[in-house]
């Protein structure tokens, strides 16, 4: 590396790092709670990794950039480290397509195994990745071939052609942020539709309002955009859109990740990220005690149920959600029974206390049975 770089590169370059490493984190640990908690890993899940990677490949190229005079003006760059400088520009373009597109893909995977009874819902999601790919493909070698000769992106003084960074830029970002709302609106619906209480279906809907975020941060882009793609200086002023891409696509990897590490999360912080405010609930049905007329019999009958999870407390799992009404509601009735009985036991106490009358016994006042029986049943 050469010493030439900017206190402004430097910035930018911290920045980057925090978001990447902070995306690293989160998909490690919905990796490890995909892969050994809940043991299913999916195609979303590795569609994530693929991402984080370019993501990754991107930051080795921010690094490139700052440390080869971004941030300074062109009249101080020795030309030599000016070509290094706009090699790693160029190369850094597609990689964050690929790197944003990816993710885009990853989170509607997601939604088709979340949402996988609702044959609208998957059909919706299969349209639009299908959209997504044709899109990225575009995205991607325009961004490689921006320029012909390639040669000349990095040296105008080249005879030949480029697109006209402005529109291309632009018309990308746009689609970006139309394919992100998109996203954020698709399980809004479905979500809405499911039996479950508001509560539960306002935290859902939060769950999958994350890629919000990501709007935002396509939005901020934008003027960086607009200052690189009208400037006459591209190495003094590529910082701020060097910086804000490297935020989005971290910041859509998280979105990504979190909402699937919800279960390491509950068995860490059970009081914050648990659905139900204990791991057990009780009830003691009261005590019911009744005297045959005929027999002089007692009998007195206690029952207690302590139970662990109900099917309430599945709906953040983010498996097999369904919408009041559709064919297939993900659980049968028995189904319904059996997993509403997961873990709870019952327990029943009941004695029987027999007194003979004088009629029965010359004995009169004596006791002839006293029967205690006790019965648990799980």
Not at 99 to 128: D, E, G, H
Not at 132 to 152: D, E, F, H, M, Q
Not at 212 to 226: D, P
Not at 233 to 259: F, K, M, R, Y
Request: some cysteine; aromatic content about 10%.
């Amino acid at each position: 590396m050469t010493t030439l770089s900017t206190v402004r590169g430097r910035e930018a370059l911290a920045c980057s790092t925090v978001f990447t490493t902070l995306a690293t984190v989160l998909v490690a640990v919905r990796i490890y709670t995909r892969a050994f908690m809940v043991k299913q890993m999916g195609s979303d899940d590795y569609a994530i990794l693929v991402a984080l990677a370019f993501s990754w490949g991107f930051y080795g190229l921010f690094v490139g950039e700052v440390y080869h005079g971004m941030g300074a003006d062109y009249d101080i760059i020795p030309h030599k480290t000016y070509i290094i400088q706009m090699l790693c520009f160029w190369a850094s373009v597609p990689i964050y397509q690929t790197s944003l597109i990816t993710t885009k893909m990853s989170i509607l995977l997601q939604y088709r195994r979340v949402f996988s009874t609702t044959p609208r819902m998957r059909l919706a999601c299969n349209l639009l990745i299908g959209f997504l790919a044709i899109y990225g493909t575009w995205t991607i070698i325009s961004a490689w071939a921006n320029c012909v000769p390639l040669r000349k992106f990095w040296d105008p003084s080249v005879p030949g052609f480029c697109f006209n960074k402005e529109a291309l830029w632009f018309s990308n970002s746009a689609i970006h942020i139309l394919t992100d709302l998109l996203i954020l609106i698709y399980p809004m619906p479905v979500i809405r539709s499911l039996q479950l209480p508001s509560r539960q279906k306002f935290a859902l809907m939060g769950v999958f309002a994350l890629g919000g975020f990501v709007v935002i941060t396509s939005i901020l882009r934008l003027k960086s955009l607009l200052v690189i793609s009208n400037s006459n200086d591209p190495t003094h002023d590529n910082v701020g859109a060097a910086e804000w891409s490297a935020i989005e696509c971290n910041v859509a990897i998280i979105c990504a990740a979190l909402p699937s590490t919800r279960a390491l999360l509950s068995k860490l912080l059970p009081h914050i990220f648990s659905t139900r405010s204990n791991g057990y609930r009780s009830r003691t049905r009261p005590s019911r005690t009744g005297r045959s007329a005929l027999t002089g019999t007692h009998t007195n009958v206690q029952a207690s149920v302590i139970g662990g999870r109900g099917l309430e407390d599945t709906v953040y799992d983010l498996e097999n959600l369904s919408p009041t009404g559709s064919s297939y509601d993900g659980f049968s009735k028995e189904q319904e029974s059996k997993a509403a009985l997961k873990g709870i036991k019952v327990t029943t106490f009941v004695t029987q206390e027999s007194v003979s009358t004088p009629a029965d016994n010359n004995d009169s006042g004596s006791t002839k049975d006293l029967v205690h029986t006790h019965r648990e049943s799980f």
